[in-house]
């Protein structure tokens, strides 16, 4: 679906002062693939966009999208891609309904009407398309700006920041339509966000920028297996039982991290997750209360800042 | 090849949303009003009610004849005929002000509204997107200009009737202003803001730069006026001149029309 070729972009300001956008990007991203694209702020995750979606030409290299060269036919890689960019971009005078017509006739879609109704409808906004844009709430604009990208009925559909400005509730509901969007419909996504906690629960595949480079290209199960080189596990217990606990970990060949005798909370250095069920059976067989046991995992968010916290 | 239909498009879109915005709406309809209704009648209705004076030495003898029955006028009449050519010049002005409101909220409202980018990234060409913006420039003010140039012709007319005894603007003069003057400098303006918004990045900026810049197109309309007057010869030099300018306006436009350049610039 995508095949970047040392995709470069460098920058010349006003000054003459050159720097990097993007730098030998090698990328190959498959057909029904949700790929995160994370990085901080001026890594290269909006240029990396800008560059697949033809709005930037590179400096040098090349990619394919969709079987379309982004240098020799930008109009046929524009007539395959959706992009839900970080501004909305509508007409705020104008109806939702005039919007999504105005684009979907300069996109040239075919049955624009009936298109227009089953995007709405699915999104639950076909009750507010006769109502100026400018008066849509965040996450209403984030919905009707979903509906303008799938209009098309992209092969790629590209996200930038989707989650941006939204409440909790409504970032929550984004994500599970993007969940059943994206799966359903069997497309390439690319989702550029600093929103790692909503990420994670939807791409497959993760790609973290910096400095206009890729740094890690892994899946999210992978990264973490990496990133856990001691397996923690988190065990909660009636401390009133901790003494005998102790003792029976002492037995084993796991380690006690640290205790915290008021809750009755151990965190223990375990060998393998595999051997969890065994530690908590040898704790039950003692009449140790238990209350919960839970597996420590980094989270994306984690690694995240692990990887790229240095730099920046 | 260009798809008249994309430009098209978003001429009518831009009709649509210009039409929501009451600041260039009331622009749009209050400057024919002045131009067309309320200067020529606080200027020129006054001459009704003059007296019709016939003196061998006038106030306007400092002129070239500007009629042929030009020695045979009264000064009332000479006043009239002054004043109109005045006017003429008024509503020509027209051309270069209303581009500058339009444009700057169509054109550069695209770009401060970031718009743009959402256009940018639909499969039409630079070419349809500049020409769509320019239709949506040129249009609405060439629409303005015939209106506020009839009402004007009307009420001139009125007044001509009574105190020349005949249409003294049913000429082929007039018409050439309007028909080709008033769009040869309608084109020169909005390419000139065109220019312009790749320059600026708020509709407030691009109004100040393109007004003050417009401004040095008012010569021309000075130099159309008196050469139809003087020498019909010498109008056919300002129009193909004007076309020229026009041309070369227009390809410095689509030159302008990058869509990197046009990104980068927001």
């Known amino acids: 679906m995508i095949e970047t070729t040392e995709l470069t972009k460098i920058y010349i300001d006003a000054g003459g002062q050159k720097y990097v956008g993007v730098e030998n990007l090698n990328l190959r991203i498959g057909k029904g693939e949700i790929v995160g694209l994370f990085g901080p702020n001026g890594a290269g995750k909006t240029t990396t966009l800008n560059l697949l979606s033809t709005i930037l030409k590179p400096t040098k290299g090349d990619a394919i999208v969709n079987g379309y060269d982004i240098i020799k036919n930008p109009l046929k890689v524009r007539e395959c891609i959706g992009v839900a960019g970080d501004t909305p971009g509508f007409y705020a005078r104008l109806s939702a309904r005039d919007n999504l017509e105005f684009f979907g006739k300069l996109a040239g879609i075919d049955n624009l009407e009936s298109k227009i109704m089953e995007l709405t409808s699915y999104l639950n906004i076909d009750n507010v398309l006769d109502r100026k844009v400018g008066t849509f709430s965040k996450g209403m604009t984030q919905k009707l700006l979903l509906a303008r990208a799938l209009l098309n009925d992209p092969a790629l559909l590209m996200l930038d920041e989707p989650w941006s400005g939204l409440s909790p509730l409504a970032q929550v509901e984004l994500r599970d339509l993007l969940t059943e969007i994206t799966k359903e419909r069997n497309r390439t996504v690319i989702i550029s966000t600093h929103n790692l906690v909503q990420a994670e629960r939807i791409v497959d595949r993760l790609l973290i920028i910096n400095h206009g480079r890729i740094i890690k290209d892994s899946t999210p199960e992978l990264l973490r297996r990496e990133f856990m080189l001691n397996p923690l596990l988190l065990v909660k217990i009636d401390p009133r039982d901790l003494r005998i606990a102790k003792r029976i970990i002492d037995g084993t060949n796991h380690s006690i991290n640290s205790i915290s005798e008021q809750d009755g909370t151990i965190e223990i250095s375990i060998k393998d997750f595999e051997q969890t069920p065994d530690l908590v059976k040898g704790l039950a067989i003692e009449q140790v209360r238990i209350h919960e046991v839970r597996e420590l995992i980094p989270s994306l968010e984690e690694i995240y800042i692990k990887l790229v916290g240095g730099n920046n | ?266």
Do not use: H
Request: no cysteine; charged share 10%; hydrophobic share 50%.
């Open chain 2, 1 to 266: 090849m260009i798809r008249t239909s994309k430009a098209l498009t978003i001429f009518w879109k831009d009709m649509k949303d210009l039409m929501q915005s009451k600041y260039v709406l009331l622009s749009f309809l209050v400057m024919p009003f002045i131009f067309g209704v309320f200067i020529p009648v606080i200027s020129i209705f006054p001459f009704l009610g003059f007296g019709d004076t016939q003196s061998s030495s006038t106030g306007f003898d400092f002129l070239p004849p500007l009629t042929n029955d030009w020695n045979q006028l009264t000064e009332n009449q000479k006043g009239l005929i002054f004043t109109i050519e005045t006017m003429n010049f008024m509503l020509l002005l027209l051309s270069i002000v209303l581009p500058t409101v339009i444009a700057a909220d169509s054109f550069v409202g695209e770009k401060d509204r970031r718009t743009i980018v959402t256009l940018l990234l639909l499969p039409i060409t630079d070419t349809e997107i500049y020409l769509g913006k320019v239709l949506s420039t040129i249009v609405p003010t060439i629409i303005a200009i015939f209106i506020g140039s009839l009402t004007y012709f009307s009420l001139v007319s009125y007044v001509t009737v009574k105190v020349l005894g005949y249409f003294y603007l049913l000429n082929y003069k007039f018409f050439l202003l309007v028909i080709f003057v008033s769009p040869l400098l309608t084109i020169a303006t909005t390419n000139l803001m065109i220019w312009v918004s790749t320059r600026t990045s708020t509709t407030r900026d691009a109004q100040q730069l393109g007004s003050t810049l417009s401004l040095t197109l008012t010569p021309l309309i000075l130099i159309a006026m008196l050469s139809l007057i003087y020498s019909p010869a010498y109008f056919a030099v300002v129009i193909i001149f004007l076309g020229i300018l026009d041309y070369l306006l227009i390809k410095l436009g689509l030159g302008l029309m990058d869509r990197e350049k046009l990104y980068t610039s927001l």
